[in-house]
T-cell receptor
Framework: GAGVSQTPSNKVTEKGKYVELRCDPISGHTALYWYRQSLGQGPEFLIYFQGTGAADDSGLPNDRFFAVRPEGSVSTLKIQRTERGDSAVYLC??????????????FGEGSRLTVL | GQQVMQIPQYQHVQEGEDFTTYCNSSTTLSNIQWYKQRPGGHPVFLIQLVKSGEVKKQKRLTFQFGEAKKNSSLHITATQTTDVGTYFCAGRANYGQNFVFGPGTRLSVLP
């Protein structure tokens, strides 16, 4: 596709359930970021991949959150035992980053997660 | 950890007035980016600043990066209703690290 694709666009789940959110980045983009955004707030960093490896996962709030990018393209954010406080829009962004070169972040439309 | 602050949190202006938002980082940045998010939308890239003291212009928008590479500003001349949205700065301390976003400045433009 032409842009970053995120699925599902909306997810409603019950407290305690497991959730997977998928991100399909722009083809050829080496870097992939996950952020989450609550209403009226700025994007909060979760995890950043460079290729297949997590270059920085310092933003994951606890061990219920996990993300993978096994082939250096599509990424999945996994949330176990969801809590009401996990409700937010989960944004994925990708960029091309060469040696010492940083590109702009292209964001997807986001996955809105509601935990009842 | 690295923190990025923005002021003001909200700004209401009359169409045609100027607008400025300020961004401050707790650490020196290697580069800073600015994004605009319309209501209900996702952040869209506006500009990237890399050099100390750098100034870039895009039509009515002027972006500055401070000499110490810890602060930045976005100035909009003669605002229009199409400028409505939230403006975020995002700073990166070093190459290979994540971008930390500020809380944003929400701009309302009254016609």
């Amino acid at each position: 596709g032409a842009g970053v694709s995120q699925t599902p666009s909306n997810k409603v789940t019950e407290k305690g359930k497991y959730v997977e959110l998928r991100c399909d980045p722009i083809s050829g983009h080496t870097a992939l970021y996950w952020y989450r955004q609550s209403l009226g707030q700025g994007p909060e960093f979760l995890i950043y991949f460079q290729g297949t490896g997590a270059a920085d996962d310092s933003g994951l709030p606890n061990d219920r959150f996990f993300a993978v990018r096994p082939e250096g393209s599509v990424s999945t954010l996994k949330i176990q035992r969801t809590e009401r406080g996990d409700s937010a829009v989960y944004l994925c962004a990708s960029s091309f980053e060469g040696t010492s070169r940083t590109g702009e972040l292209f964001f997807g439309e986001g996955s809105r997660l509601t935990v009842l | 950890g690295q923190q990025v602050m923005q002021i003001p949190q909200y700004q209401h202006v009359q169409e045609g007035e100027d607008f400025t938002t300020y961004c401050n980082s707790s650490t020196t940045l290697s580069n800073i980016q600015w994004y605009k998010q319309r209501p209900g939308g996702h952040p869209v890239f506006l500009i990237q600043l890399v050099k100390s003291g750098e100034v870039k212009k895009q039509k009515r928008l002027t972006f500055q990066f401070g000499e110490a590479k810890k602060n930045s500003s976005l100035h909009i001349t003669a605002t229009q209703t199409t400028d409505v949205g939230t403006y975020f700065c995002a700073g990166r301390a070093n190459y290979g690290q994540n971008f930390v976003f500020g809380p944003g400045t929400r701009l309302s433009v009254l016609p």
